[in-house]
């Protein structure tokens, strides 16, 4: 029984008050869900803060992005050692956003998802295809690149502590979700995939899906075989949207 993951990626919003002040508001409105691992992910300025906000309670930290090496002469980064440090359990590996602004490739993800796990934290890797390739009939060749480009080279017992985040790019912040059974199809086709790397692991591992996530959809989206979870952008904002979502992915609330 794979154990269901809500992450809010609060991408480039709120000064560190707000950022805390969401925490704060988030929760006692979740405390009560024992059957999901809940995260957040605020900006870097305002992970401690949020971290302590969040100190004893049932809502995990997480970071956006992280750089491979831990620390030298790489102006502007942030590595898996800083994350730790201020308490992150949780880092978003090779989203969407940062492939297509920021040229990160499968070469670098795959470089940051293992410098995560040296460190200890859970990479949330992206994968997903554009539009475009969609419409050209590419959309499984995409996937697959990217989850055997962000994998490679890792163990049966380092592939556990990866969470793979399929987000179709076509479906981010546009409020045009994958249907579920998109969704459903394209989770089963990475599942497949992994099953061929780490037979025995392959059940266990987490595919979350990503892509205009809202309280309206998720029970469903949810509800497939394949998907263990949300990555959560827009609705993770706001603690009532971002409750709901956690709400529809419990058993028992
Ligand atoms: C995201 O940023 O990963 C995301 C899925 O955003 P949204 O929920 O707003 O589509």
């Not at 070469?107 to 992206?126: D, F, H, Q, T, Y």
């Not at 990866?162 to 998109?182: C, D, F, L, R, S």
């Not at 037979?199 to 205009?212: D, P």
Request: charged share 25%; proline share 2%.
């Amino acid at each position: 029984m794979r154990r269901k993951i809500i992450a809010g990626n609060w991408k480039l919003n709120n000064i560190v008050r707000d950022s805390v002040i969401l925490a704060q508001g988030l929760k006692p409105e979740v405390a009560s869900v024992t059957d999901v691992e809940i995260v957040v992910c605020p900006v870097y300025t305002a992970l401690e803060s949020v971290g302590k906000a969040i100190e004893s309670s049932n809502i995990k930290l997480g970071a956006q992005d992280m750089y491979w090496e831990d620390q030298g002469a790489f102006t502007g980064e942030v590595s898996g050692m800083l994350l730790k440090d201020v308490g992150c359990r949780y880092c978003i590996i090779g989203h969407s956003e940062r492939r297509q602004y920021f040229g990160e490739t499968n070469e670098s993800v795959n470089k940051k998802v293992k410098a995560a796990l040296k460190w200890g934290l859970r990479p949330i890797m992206c994968v997903g295809e554009t539009l475009q390739e969609r419409e050209a009939g590419t959309t499984f060749d995409v996937v697959r690149d990217h989850v055997e480009g962000g994998i490679a080279g890792l163990s049966e017992k380092e592939i556990l502590d990866v969470v793979i985040a399929y987000e179709p790019v076509w479906a981010i912040g546009t409020g045009k979700n994958a249907t579920p059974q998109q969704a459903q199809e394209v989770h089963a086709f990475i599942r497949g995939l992994l099953k061929k790397q780490y037979a025995a692991a392959a059940e266990e591992i987490i595919i979350q899906y990503g892509g205009s996530v809202k309280p309206d959809n998720a029970a469903e989206l949810l509800s497939q075989e394949d998907i263990d979870g949300a990555l959560v952008g827009g609705a993770s904002l706001k603690v009532d949207s971002f409750t709901k979502i956690v709400k529809a992915a419990s058993a028992k609330v």
